[in-house]
């Protein structure tokens, strides 16, 4: 889109580009639980046998 500066196109296709070849992960932290407690930390990601047993919602979202 036209509308959408080269550099934050550059910036999304980047970050596609690494989830997609496992450099970059989809679920970065930092991430609290819904009472506020920190979950994952900034830095750390969650993986697919973390993300497979997660038993939490994260603050903000609502079932």
Do not use: C
């Amino acid at each position: 889109n036209e509308r959408i500066p080269a550099d934050v196109q550059a910036a999304a296709n980047a970050t596609r580009d690494g989830i997609i070849d496992g450099s970059a992960p989809a679920f970065a932290g930092p991430f609290n639980d819904q009472s506020g407690k920190e979950r994952v930390a900034a830095g750390a990601a969650l993986n697919d046998g973390d993300l497979h047993k997660m038993d939490w919602y994260v603050e903000g979202v609502q079932s």
